[in-house]
T-cell receptor
Framework: GENVEQHPSTLSVQEGDSAVIKCTYS??????FPWYKQELGKGPQLIID?????GEKKDQRIAVTLNKTAKHFSLHITETQPEDSAVYFC??????????????FGKGTKLSVKP | DGGITQSPKYLFRKEGQNVTLSCEQNLNHDAMYWYRQDPGQGLRLIYY???????QKGDIAEGYSVSREKKESFPLTVTSAQKNPTAFYLC????????????FGQGTRLTVV
């Protein structure tokens, strides 16, 4: 089955710096890679996702890159702000018409942005 | 407002007792999921249901049970057979097929006392 590894487990940056979180996956059939942000005491919320037919996707200060050959994908946050502080999870699954594989999550990265 | 609602937010249980966590969604989603979250462990899948009246075991189903009698509801029962039930439980839902964004509830923190 799919296995997702996420690094680092904790990340501390200065406000305004960039943050990068990396994930690797094992199942070459996986084709959908979302990133979730979880604030303390709340459920995770989708912040960006990417499908295997593209290599990069950007939404304002966040971007995700995907390397299918190496089976890894990364989250990039630029110009970090204190409100970016949270736990971030990557996930992988296989999706197709009429079917949906279950999301397999990494263990999370706790990001702290210091003012 | 459309969304997914978990209740209660905090739950205390005595050892040996069963307890049921509620999850309701009004997003008209076919698929629903239960995850368990422990510190440093990420989210682990307990049970999932792709359609009403059908559900499947996830990676850590032992000691848990579910039902899916209505599309909107997917309650999780933590039974006395679950040896370490203290955790944060998250329910999620999604459309089936290609649109796979999963929407999560706010979670239930279960503590065994």
């Amino acid at each position: 089955g799919e296995n997702v590894e996420q690094h680092p487990s904790t990340l501390s940056v200065q406000e305004g710096d960039s943050a990068v979180i990396k994930c690797t996956y094992s199942d070459s059939a996986s084709n959908y890679f979302p990133w979730y942000k979880q604030e303390l005491g709340k459920g995770p919320q989708l912040i960006i996702d990417i499908r295997s037919n593209v290599g990069e996707k950007k939404d304002q200060r966040i971007a995700v890159t995907l390397n299918k050959t190496a089976k890894h994908f990364s989250l990039h946050i630029t110009e970090t702000q204190p409100e970016d502080s949270a736990v971030y999870f990557c996930a992988a699954s296989q999706i197709g018409t009429g079917s949906q594989g279950n999301l397999i999550f990494g263990k999370g990265t706790k990001l702290s942005v210091k003012p | 407002d459309g969304g997914i609602t978990q209740s209660p937010k905090y739950l205390f249980r005595k050892e040996g007792q069963n307890v049921t966590l509620s999850c309701e969604q009004n997003l008209n989603h076919d698929a629903m999921y239960w995850y368990r979250q422990d510190p440093g462990q990420g989210l682990r899948l307990i049970y999932y249901s792709q359609i009403v009246n059908d559900f499947q075991k996830g990676d850590i189903a032992e000691g848990y049970s579910v039902s899916r009698e209505k599309k909107e509801s997917f309650p999780l029962t933590v039974t006395s057979a679950q040896k370490n039930p203290t955790a944060f439980y998250l329910c999620a839902s999604s459309k089936s097929g290609a649109n796979t964004e999963a929407f999560f509830g706010q979670g239930t923190r279960l503590t065994v006392v």
